[in-house]
């Protein structure tokens, strides 16, 4: 059983959570998951890692609630456990085994939608660690779904903010923040990471090529066994089959198949709903109110 030490509600649908994981702490590197299951026959959910303490043993997660089983996720409170947590899975950022000095000579440029500013955070801290200049790009719909803010400031160089509504920051998506400071503040960036929902990743990618910008994004599809072997997490990168969780999470933005990863995803919302209904009606579910069909 794994601990959880720390429970935050970032904000509507998005917690944190910290939790004891020291065999995970020790070895993990940006850009790397872990997948957790709650019970015995929970769904195996995979979260990147957004923060980890190796003296403490302490590696926190942030998740959306999207459907039954983060939404059960949500109920967890201090003193509550996960029951399995494995990682850590994937491959950590490519910027981990560049050579430190060539490295330093690179100015990045992260831009992260929603739930996706969480895994943002440990890259540019390692990044900001190592002495390499990373400016961010927060997008969200509203004020009141930035998270994280304070934290990343604390660790980039510059942080900018866009709000579909224009209630904080700049008014508009992350794509039109990248255009305003490439063409119009002139800066120059040798390499973009972009973490988000698919269709924000992919919006970035056209925008980033258009630009002559190298992209990496990190693909988070449904998984179940996090090593390559059941085949859920395959999408299509340059014309080639590769799995989310070995292969992966980051590929080359420039090469993903987005419109077949948006199409995958897809395939499971039947599934997902009936375990939303399942959880919300309770023992009124499928005849559980004695007036159902299925009780005659």
Known sequence: MYKIVEVQHLSEKNWLMKVEAPFITHSCQPGQFLIVKTG???????????????????????FQTVGASTTK??????????????????????FVNEDLEELKKKHYLFVCGG???????????????????ADVIMAARSKDLIFYEEQMRSVADNVYITTDDGSYGMKGVGTDMVKHLVNEEGKHYDQCVAIGPVIMMKFTSLCTKELGIPTIVSMNPVMIDGTGMCGACRIVVDGQVKFACVDGPEFDGHKVDYDLAMKRARLYKNEETRAMLKLQEGDTHHGGCGHCSSEK
């Open 115 to 133: 739930v996706g500013i969480a895994p943002v955070y440990p890259q540019v801290k390692w990044l900001s660690e190592h002495g390499v200049k």
């Open 73 to 94: 996720m949500s109920e967890l409170k201090v003193g509550d456990s996960f029951t399995d947590v494995v990682g850590p899975l994937g491959k950590p950022s490519e």
């Open 40 to 62: 015995e026959l929970g769904e195996r959910i995979p979260l990147t890692i957004c923060d980890y303490d190796r003296e403490t043993g302490l590696v926190t997660i942030v």
